[in-house]
């Protein structure tokens, strides 16, 4: 809170997790291990992976000339590390307007044949749930509906949302393409996590972006307040109710 009331409002909302099929992790596995069973060495490669993202984010400013940012390190229930992060960018190289930030997050399914390595990370690790209708057993289920609002309306152009985020574009002229991880299930840009392309291809496998834009929206202080990773797991309905210094987890 410190650091939004002398930069101002943070810029972008970064998600980085640990995907526990990276190769650094399986090499090391003894037989019979899962990674679950190695936290020393599941902290230790996401750590290594965090500190080489940082190094481009903040200090080589691939997104933008960093001005101030804070993150916190989370744990799952099982173990897996993530981390939020919030970014605070120069004066001039704030994202104004809806259509400067769709070169910086994307909610699409990008096209095999023009972009096959960003078609085939989004596909395997970009594709929210899917729930709803199409498995209304996935653990974002509440009362009947996905906590985090999938699957998203199609839109033709990014727009200022209600919220602290825009309403990014997702159109309706993309054919669904099969779901890795369950082939019968076919997925549209309804499903697609909100994702920047060359962090996405950069290294860690799962990277979320964001923007935030809305000076008045609490979410912050949510992500501050945020033990236990409350915020992953119920992140538009919960209210906030502890005091800034339980902030860690
Ligand atoms: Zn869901």
Known sequence: MALVQKYGRPDLFITVTCNPNWEELRNELLPGQTPQDRPDLVTRVFHAKFEQLKE??????????????????????????????????EENDKLNNADEYDPIVRAEIPYEDEEPQLYDAVCTHMIHGPCGTLNSRQSCMKNGSCNKGYPK??????????????????????????????????????W????????????????????????????????????YCQWCMDKHRRKVSKPLSTSRS
């Open 56 to 89: 481009d984010i903040i200090n080589k400013g691939v997104l933008g000339k960093v001005d101030a940012h804070a993150f916190v390190v989370e744990f799952q229930k099982q173990g897996l590390p993530h981390v939020h992060m919030l970014i605070m960018l």
């Open 153 to 190: 309306p199609f839109a033709n152009f990014t727009v200022q949302g209600n919220n602290a985020y825009p309403v990014y574009r997702r159109r309706a002229s993309r054919l669904p393409v099969p779901l890795r991880r369950r082939g019968d299930l076919m997925v549209d840009n309804n």
């Open 192 to 227: 697609v996590v909100p994702y920047n392309p060359w962090l996405l291809l950069r290294g860690p496998d799962i990277v979320a972006l964001e923007l935030q834009s809305n000076p008045e929206f609490d979410e912050i202080r949510q992500f501050v307040d945020a033990s």
